[in-house]
């Protein structure tokens, strides 16, 4: 069952705040997040295992609420090198198989 | 360098064609993952290896579609009888955790087909 990401598209100021959500209707064990930008490969962003737990580095941090099967990802004071489709990776019951939200592009600009 | 080369990097074919594409990872790793990427979608999970063991193939994979790993290290995935809807860019990626959660994916450049 593939995630639901939202919003589909954010445009930015350099400095402003994001919020991309990622939402699964099944029990999930863990949640990825994962950048790519254009022509490139996808990176890793963070990993959150179930049990509730935040994570984050730098200016960007994540959320994942077990009970409702929805996490996010919290992007503060957005830089240019921000830019890219943001997808949200679940895996369920440690199944080692990650299915991928169909993204959210964000735009970072000047 | 993610760890991950992937040839041929693009690959333009005739429909009815056969496609083979090739993951070889540079580093030691657990597991290896075959993902399709169209545009404007997140990557597809098509199937995946521990060793040589392929664990689980998508359903979505059709029988024109296979994938080996002999002796666990490089990996092939074999597209039979191309079609146009098969055009989409063919991704392999790598985690390294033993157990748990399967860990974060090192993904390749990809490999690009077009089918015309």
């Known amino acids: 069952q593939q995630p639901v990401q939202s919003p589909q598209a954010v445009i930015l100021r350099e400095g402003e705040d994001a919020v991309i959500n990622c939402s699964s209707s099944k029990a999930l064990y863990s949640v990825h997040w994962y950048r790519q930008k254009h022509g490139e490969a996808p990176v890793f962003l963070m990993i959150?295992?179930?049990?509730?737990e935040q994570k984050g580095h730098d200016k960007i941090s994540a959320s994942f609420n077990e009970k409702k099967q929805q996490s996010s990802l919290y992007l503060t004071a957005s830089q240019l090198s921000y830019s890219g489709t943001y997808f949200c990776g679940t895996e369920e019951d440690s199944s080692y198989k990650l299915i991928f939200g169909s993204g959210t592009r964000l735009l970072v600009r000047p | 360098d993610t760890g991950v080369s992937q040839n041929p990097r693009h690959k333009i074919t005739k429909r009815g064609q056969n496609v083979t594409f090739r993951c070889d990872p540079i580093?030691?790793?657990?597991?290896l993952y075959w993902y399709r990427q169209t545009l404007g979608q997140g990557p597809e999970f098509l199937t995946y290896?521990?060793?040589?063991?392929?664990?689980?193939k998508s359903r979505l994979l059709s029988d024109r579609f296979s994938a080996e790993r002999p002796k666990g290290s490089f990996s092939t995935l074999e597209i039979q009888r191309t079609e146009q809807g098969d055009s989409a860019m063919y991704l392999c990626?790598?985690?390294?955790?033993?157990?748990?959660?399967?860990?974060?994916?090192?993904f390749g450049e990809g490999s690009r087909l077009t089918v015309l």
């Open positions: 290896f521990q060793n040589e063991a392929q664990l689980e």
């Open positions: 959150l295992l179930k049990g509730g």
């Open positions: 580093s030691e790793h657990n597991r």
């Open positions: 990626a790598i985690s390294f955790l033993a157990g748990g959660s399967g860990g974060e994916l090192f």
